[in-house]
């Protein structure tokens, strides 16, 4: 039998596969994007760093429905600069109202004032 004959014999099957399933620990927590919804699958990654994906991919990728796992909440890279920059702007205003009420001259409500 040759190399090519091995070769031959071996099909590359696809990850979401019954065997694969069955190969597959589902996370004890499913980091899922506050925002738009979107999950990061952290399988085979580093925590913190997997790759994002929709809902139905990863049911499809490990047959296990994600609204089954438990989930927590976190932002994609897409949408924590969305937040960052809604943040900032913010506070951006947040200062130049304080500013603006600080500016204004003191005004002197007492009685004797009237
Ligand atoms: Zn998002």
């Not at 399933?21 to 738009?36: D, E, G, H, I, T």
């Not at 990728?61 to 600069?81: A, F, I, K, M, Q």
């Amino acid at each position: 039998m040759s190399i090519e004959d091995v070769l031959g014999q071996i099909r590359v099957e696809p990850r979401s596969t019954p065997i694969i399933r069955a190969l597959f620990s589902p996370p004890q927590l499913l980091p899922v994007c506050c925002l738009c919804g979107i999950i990061r699958d952290e399988t085979d990654a580093i925590p913190g760093f997997g790759r994002w994906m929709t809902r139905e991919s990863y049911r499809e990728t490990h047959g296990v429905n994600p609204s089954d796992l438990p989930l927590t909440h976190t932002y994609c890279p897409e949408c924590l600069v969305k937040v960052r920059i809604a943040v900032r702007q913010y506070f951006l205003e947040l200062e130049c109202h304080r500013n603006s009420v600080l500016s204004f001259p003191d005004i002197d409500l007492s009685p004797e004032a009237a």
